[in-house]
C-alpha cells in the first residue's frame, strides 16, 4: 500500500496508473538504461525490445515535463528506441504503449535526483597511483557464487527486476582459463591492503556479464552491458564497493569494452539493425594495423579491417557508425557514472574502434562531467602513433579523438627491456628507457600520461626478470619517480610468478592472489602471513612489499613528483673505440622549491656519484633525505649506489 501511495504521489493529474494494466514479460523484455536521471545533459534515448514491440505507440505519463519527443523503429520488429525529454521532477514514470489508440499496457520507469555535484566530480590524475585488479583472481569472500549461476532474478536496482541467464563457466582454480571465484565482496573485503601500498585509485578488469562457455573469467566479451556479473555479486554490491572504495581514499575506474562485445550477448539472437555489428560473407580478422588511421598511403582495404574487423571469433566487432549503437554505449558510460558514482573510465583496444565515432562518444562523456578522466589502451610502441591518440595532440588530418589519457606501451617496453639487459651498447640497457622520455615532446599533455611495467595482458614481470627481486625494487622505483600517472599490476609488488603448470599463457599471468581464498597455505594480504612465508616463491615478498609501501606511501607527499618537470642525464664510457651506456640512468624531477634525485644503478657494480655532472642543476652538494631509508644523505661526489639499486633523495632547492 505504501509503494502506490509513493507511485501516486509522482504521477501528473492526468493519467491514472490503475487505468492500465502493468506490462507482461512476454511483452516487454528489457528496457535500457535501466533508470535517468534529472539535470542530465546527455538526451535519453530508451532501447525498449520485446516480440513486436515495434506495432506499438509508445507515450510516458505520470511524471510533468518528462516526454516523448521520438519514436525510431529499428530493422527488427522487436525493439523500439524512444527518445525521451527528462523534466526537472524525480519520480517514477510510465512507458505507455497504445495500438490503435488504445492503451495496452505499461512500464515502469525511474527517474531519479541527481548527486549533489554529480557533474563535477573529481578524477584521476598524476596524484594518483592505480592499483589495477582482476577481480577474479584476487579474493573469493563468498562460497555461495563459487558455481556457476543457474539463472534467476537478479535485481539491479531499476523499476523492474529482470532474470538474467543460467553461467555455463564454472568455477575450477586447478583449471588456468575457468573461474577461480573472486568476487566483489573479495575486493571490499582487502580494501585496507590496496590503500596500505600507497594506491589511490583502483581499476578493476571488467566485471559485467561474461557469459562465453568458456575463459569468461576475464570479462571481455560482454553478455549484458547493464548488469554486473552475477558471480562477481550484483548491481547493488558493485554500487557499494565504489562507496567503500571512497571511504578508503580510493578511487575507482571501471574497464569497459566499445569495441566488441561477446558472442553470448543477448542481442546476438537478434540484432536492432543489421548493421548493429560488422558483418562479412566469411569472419575477418582485424589486422592490428593502427598506422592506416594516420598513413596517407594506407589502403581502403586495410583500414577496413583495422576499424571492423573482428577481435577474435568469439568477439563480435560492434559498428559505432550506425547512431543508435553510439548512442547506446555513450549513454550506457554516463549511466555507470551517475549509478555506481565511478572516478574514472579505462577503455579497452581503444584504436579497434572507428575513431571518429569514439571522438564524439569521449566527447559527450566528457561533456556530462567535464573533469572525467578516460585512459584509452592503445598499444602501439611507435610514439607519434601513440601521440595521435590523445586529444589535443596537433594531427595533420585535423583528427582529436577527445580522449585526455592514453597508456605508454612505448615506455613500459623501454623499462622492461632495458632492465634485462647487463652487456650492453650504446643504444642498450638503460638508453633505452632516456630515449623514449627524450620523445616525450611528441605528447600534447605529459601530466595524462598513464605509466606501467605491466599490466594482465603481459608476462608476470617476476618471470621476465628471474625472479630476481632487484631488478624488480628499480622497475618500482622508476613506476613511483617518472612523469605521468603509476598504474601497478596486482601482485607485482611482490613479484609474483606464473604457474608453472599449465599451458595457457593467459592463465598462467593471471595467478590466484595467496590468502584471498579459504584454505591457502599463504595469506600475503597481511603481515603475519607475509612474514611466515617462504619458498622460491615468496621468499621475498615481504620485503618487495614494504618497499612498495614506502615508494606510493612518500609518493603522495612529493610534489616535484606528482606535478615537477623532469631533467634527465645519461651517462656513457669507452671501450675501445666503442662508446658505450654504463648502464646508469640519473633524472631529477622538480618544482621551484623542491627536488627529487633518482640513480638507477642497472648493473652488478657499485657506481659512485660524479656530482659535477650534474652542475647545471646543482652547482654544489646538496643535503637531502633518502626517501627508502629514510636516512640523511649529502649528495655529491662518491655517494656510492650499491650494485642492482637505486638512489631516491629529495631536498630543498636553493634559492637562485
Not at 534529472?38 to 510533468?64: F, H, N, R, W
Not at 543489421?274 to 575477418?284: A, G, N, V
Not at 651498447?425 to 622520455?437: C, I, S
Amino acid at each position: 500500500m505504501v509503494a502506490a501511495v509513493l507511485l501516486l504521489a509522482g504521477c501528473s493529474r492526468g493519467f491514472n496508473p490503475s487505468s492500465v494494466r502493468d506490462f507482461t514479460a512476454d511483452e516487454v523484455m528489457r528496457v535500457e538504461p535501466l533508470s535517468w536521471w534529472t539535470g542530465m545533459k546527455t538526451d535519453l534515448q530508451l532501447m525498449v525490445q520485446g516480440p513486436a514491440i515495434s506495432e506499438y505507440e509508445v507515450s510516458v505519463e505520470g511524471l510533468a515535463g518528462t516526454q516523448v519527443t521520438g519514436v525510431s523503429k529499428a530493422d527488427s520488429p522487436n525493439y523500439l528506441f524512444v527518445d525521451v525529454h527528462v523534466g526537472a521532477k524525480a519520480g517514477t514514470c510510465w512507458l505507455v504503449f497504445s495500438k490503435d489508440g488504445k492503451q495496452e499496457f505499461k512500464y515502469p520507469y525511474n527517474i531519479r535526483e541527481r548527486r549533489a555535484g554529480s557533474a563535477a566530480r573529481e578524477s584521476f590524475t598524476t596524484d594518483d597511483m592505480i592499483y589495477l585488479i582482476m577481480p577474479d583472481r584476487f579474493a573469493s569472500a563468498s562460497a555461495d557464487n563459487d558455481a556457476a549461476w543457474p539463472g534467476g532474478v537478479y535485481d539491479d536496482g531499476s523499476a523492474v527486476s529482470w532474470t538474467v541467464p543460467a553461467t555455463p563457466d564454472k568455477v575450477d582454480r586447478v583449471d588456468p582459463v575457468a573461474r577461480h571465484g573472486g568476487d566483489l565482496q573479495g575486493m571490499i573485503d582487502h580494501l585496507d591492503y590496496v590503500a596500505g601500498l600507497g594506491a589511490t585509485a583502483v581499476w578493476n578488469t571488467p566485471l559485467l556479464l561474461d557469459n562465453q562457455e568458456f575463459e569468461s573469467y576475464h570479462g571481455y566479451a560482454c553478455a549484458d552491458y547493464y548488469h554486473i556479473d552475477p558471480r562477481f555479486g550484483d548491481n547493488a554490491l558493485y554500487k557499494e564497493y565504489v562507496a567503500k572504495s571512497h571511504e578508503k581514499g580510493l578511487k575507482v575506474i571501471m574497464d569497459i569494452v566499445t569495441n566488441h562485445c561477446g558472442t553470448a550477448h543477448w542481442w546476438m539472437e537478434d540484432t536492432p539493425f543489421k548493421d548493429w555489428i560488422h558483418r562479412f560473407p566469411e569472419y575477418m580478422q582485424m589486422n592490428a594495423l593502427f598506422s592506416v588511421y594516420m598513413d596517407p598511403n594506407a589502403a581502403q582495404t586495410d583500414l577496413q579491417r583495422q576499424e571492423s574487423g573482428w577481435f577474435v571469433p568469439s568477439m563480435p566487432d560492434m559498428n559505432l557508425d550506425n547512431p543508435f549503437v553510439l548512442k547506446y554505449f555513450q549513454q550506457w558510460a554516463v549511466w555507470w557514472i551517475e549509478y555506481a558514482d565511478l572516478d574514472g573510465l579505462r577503455v579497452d583496444t581503444y584504436p579497434y574502434n572507428e575513431p571518429g565515432p569514439m571522438s564524439k562518444w569521449c566527447k559527450a562523456v566528457r561533456e556530462e562531467y567535464p573533469d572525467i578522466n578516460i585512459v584509452g589502451e592503445c598499444w602501439d610502441m611507435n610514439i607519434p602513433q601513440v601521440a595521435y591518440w590523445q586529444s589535443g595532440n596537433p594531427n595533420k588530418n585535423g583528427f582529436d579523438s577527445n580522449l585526455p589519457s592514453i597508456m605508454d606501451f612505448p615506455l613500459q617496453r623501454a623499462i622492461i627491456t632495458a632492465l634485462c639487459e647487463d652487456q650492453v651498447w650504446w643504444d642498450e640497457g638503460m638508453t633505452r628507457v632516456y630515449t623514449v622520455l627524450a620523445q616525450d615532446f611528441a605528447y600534447h599533455d605529459l601530466g595524462k600520461m598513464l605509466i606501467f611495467f605491466a599490466n594482465h595482458d603481459h608476462m608476470r614481470t617476476g618471470d621476465i626478470f628471474q625472479a630476481n627481486p632487484d631488478k624488480m625494487k628499480l622497475a618500482l622505483t622508476m613506476l613511483a619517480t617518472l612523469r605521468g600517472i603509476p598504474q601497478l599490476y596486482y601482485g607485482d609488488e611482490m613479484m609474483f610468478l606464473e604457474r608453472k603448470d599449465c599451458q595457457s599463457h593467459d592463465g598462467a599471468k593471471r595467478i590466484d592472489f595467496p590468502g584471498g581464498w579459504e584454505g591457502d597455505t599463504f595469506n600475503l594480504f597481511t603481515g603475519e602471513g607475509r612474514a611466515a612465508a617462504g619458498g622460491p616463491l615468496y621468499r621475498t615478498a615481504a620485503d618487495l612489499h614494504d618497499y612498495t609501501a614506502r615508494l606510493f606511501n612518500w609518493r603522495k607527499t612529493s610534489e616535484p613528483v606528482k606535478h615537477g618537470k623532469t631533467l634527465h642525464f645519461l651517462s656513457r664510457k669507452n671501450v675501445g673505440v666503442r662508446n658505450i651506456t654504463d648502464n646508469t640512468y640519473s633524472y631529477f624531477r622538480y618544482t621551484d622549491s623542491e627536488a627529487v634525485f633518482v640513480y638507477i644503478n642497472n648493473t652488478s657494480e657499485p657506481r659512485a656519484l660524479d656530482w659535477s655532472h650534474y652542475s647545471e642543476f646543482v652547482s654544489s652538494p646538496v643535503q637531502g633525505t633518502n626517501v627508502i631509508t629514510g636516512a640523511p644523505v649529502t649528495l655529491q661526489d662518491g655517494v656510492e649506489v650499491a650494485p642492482m639499486s637505486a638512489l631516491v633523495v629529495e631536498f630543498k632547492k636553493a634559492r637562485d
